[in-house]
């Protein structure tokens, strides 16, 4: 079972970015997955969530209105669509796998059982 991030760059201060999460050995269909993130020296942190129907989605306040979460079942795979970038959102962005179809929160990693990689994700001002 494996997820595999892509689509992180470099990008400058309000410039966008697309990133996808892409599962092999498993269907997303029955499963929500989850976007988190990490800055150096900071705590891994959750950034949206989307349902396994794709019907409902969540996100942390300091990403509403900038980035968008989406899947495509047929394709197996997230997204996750950032604009409006700031330095602030430079990071490692990590997909995970929820532990079923609903999106618990985006608080614990806790409620994730599989997670990728990581893709790096750099803002400059």
């Known amino acids: 079972l494996h997820l595999v991030e892509s689509g992180g760059g470099s990008v400058q201060t309000g410039d966008p970015l697309s990133l996808s999460c892409t599962a092999s050995g498993f269907t997303l269909d029955y499963y929500a997955i989850g976007w988190f993130r990490q800055a150096p020296g900071k705590e891994r942190e959750g950034v949206s969530c989307?349902?396994?129907?794709?019907?409902?989605?969540y996100y942390q306040d300091s990403v509403k209105g900038r980035f968008t979460i989406s899947r495509d079942n047929a394709k197996n795979t997230v997204y996750l669509q950032m604009n409006s970038l700031t330095p602030g959102d430079t990071a490692v962005y990590y997909c995970a796998r929820q532990r079923g179809a609903y999106c618990s929160g985006l608080g614990s990693v806790s409620f994730y059982d599989y997670w990728g990689q990581g893709t790096q994700v750099t803002v400059s001002s």
């Open positions: 989307i349902n396994s129907n794709g019907r409902m989605s």
